[in-house]
């Protein structure tokens, strides 16, 4: 990491500080705590490091927001920025307008999907993708003439965004309090997560067996008429990083395909290269309708996400475009030029640096040596897969009891981590400490973070 970074930080930086309070509204954030303890202001960053407002380097073991997947200071896809930029700052993609860079994305990202999605739909989050997806759902079964099929399946402890309707979908309930969601169209199933949902003396393929069956019994209860779409995310993400079991998603898309209801996979977290595939979905045999994307996508570099939906469903929509006119659904910067750029730029680096391969090889050391946190007391379980992890606290080994949230045990072990110089994130809701670094982390850096994850856990065993 250069020295120099992180010294030329702005001389006003202590009034900013001082400012964030008075002129922002934080996302997912309390505002007692900014208004009594400011915010974390990061000023710079470099490789897998980012440098905070007191020039103190920080290794980020998240990627930013599980997304920076090529690292910091990337002066290629700053220079994709700049050339696209120059060239066609902005212009829509409404009434059939385009610009190369997005058709040139969306061809090189067909090579990169499961095989079976033919056209891609632009957006700049995770949040808009999946409303996009719960859209053409309906859009789709109402063009079959099944107009009744509307209401969409989703798990406990889900994560699948912020808007009205995919809040709706998350099941963490800290995103429903004191709004009115979730809304009415949503079906919840079980939480894929063997760990903390077995009962008592239940194999994994029993607990397998007990979720499939629940999931035909929802059917039957529901009306396969009435339900459009299954969310899921290969790996579960904010909600634990829940990884199901063997035969989960082989015997639950055979069921979906039995009742015309659409397999949608998230993969706004686990795509583009974060468990050591381009997409999750060919690591865990699903075979999905449509698939949701953003993040790594442009490894944050610029706000940007992909719908992908298969040549069938496409095939409906076309034939409602000859039968009720345009798709009437888009956002003002959907196929943005200067943003399909970036994720040019950022795939060519995933290539040309082998990123995909290097997740997987760097993925196999990172969970061996988090292994060695289960010899500490309050460590319950390390799971996930490549570089996405999940480290379970507990109260009580025997009994798998999780910490009371209302303790913060993972938000106080997360904070005096960022002391020792290394950010994990806290997932409060199932006391659950989430590892998601940037591809390329190195051996050394893994056992940094690893040393500061058992010092710091244990200070609280």
């Known amino acids: 990491m250069s020295q120099n970074l992180g010294k030329n930080i702005n001389k006003n930086i202590d009034q900013l500080i001082k400012r964030d309070a008075e002129v922002l509204l934080h996302p997912s954030s309390s505002i007692t705590d900014l208004i009594e303890n400011g915010p974390k202001m990061v000023v710079g960053a470099q490789g897998r490091h980012v440098v905070d407002a007191e020039g103190r380097q920080l290794l980020d073991a998240m990627a930013g927001l599980w997304c920076v997947n090529v690292g910091y200071g990337r002066d290629e896809l700053g220079e994709a920025m700049k050339v696209a930029s120059n060239q066609l700052g902005f212009y829509h993609s409404f009434t059939n307008a385009s ?3 997005q058709v040139e994305l969306a061809d090189k990202l067909l090579q990169l999907t499961p095989n079976n999605m033919g056209k891609v739909f632009f957006g700049t989050s995770g949040s808009d993708c999946n409303d996009t997806l719960i859209k053409i ?31 709706s979908l998350t099941g963490l309930t800290g995103f429903h309090k004191e709004f009115p969601i979730p809304l ?53 993400g904010a909600g634990g990083i829940i990884v199901p079991p063997q035969d989960y998603y082989p015997r639950l898309g055979k069921l979906l395909k039995q009742h015309d209801i659409l397999f949608v996979a998230d993969e706004v977290i686990c795509g583009y290269g974060r468990l050591g595939a381009w997409f999750g979905s060919t690591e865990f045999g699903i075979e999905p309708d449509m698939i949701a994307s953003a993040k790594g996508l442009t490894s944050g570099y610029f706000p940007l996400s992909a719908a992908f939906l298969t040549d069938e469903i496409w095939e409906v929509l076309k034939l409602g475009s000859e039968q009720i006119g345009a798709f009437m659904h888009g956002y003002t910067y959907s196929g943005h030029p200067v943003g399909a750029a970036v994720a040019l730029a950022n795939i060519e680096i995933m290539e040309r640096e082998n990123l995909i391969e290097k997740a997987k090889v760097s993925g196999k050391y990172l969970h061996e040596q988090l292994q060695s946190l289960m010899n500490l007391p309050n460590v319950g379980e390390v799971r996930g897969q490549g570089l996405i992890a999940g480290i ?9 009891q999780t910490p009371d949230q209302a303790d913060a045990l993972p938000a106080k072990i997360t904070a005096l981590m960022r002391e020792k110089g290394v950010i994990v994130r806290p997932l409060a809701s199932i006391g659950t400490l989430a590892v998601s670094p940037p591809l390329n982390i190195t051996n050394d850096e893994i056992d940094t973070l690893v040393s500061a994850l058992s010092e710091s856990i244990s200070s609280f065993a």
Request: net charge negative; glycine share 4%.
């Open 99 to 101: 610009n190369p860079w």
């Open 137 to 167: 759902a309906w859009h789709y079964h109402a063009l079959k003439g099944n107009n009744k099929k509307t209401k969409i399946i989703a798990r406990d402890q889900a994560y699948h965004g912020t808007s009205i309707s995919t809040a």
């Open 184 to 236: 009415d169209f949503v079906v919840r199933v079980d939480c894929p997560h063997y760990y903390s949902q077995a009962i008592d003396d239940e194999t994994e393929e029993q607990f397998c067996d007990r979720l499939i069956n629940n999931i035909e019994a929802m059917i039957e209860r529901e009306g396969a008429d009435t339900l459009a779409a299954f969310f899921a995310e290969p790996i579960m």
């Open 392 to 400: 379970q606290l507990v109260t009580d080994k025997a009994s798998r």
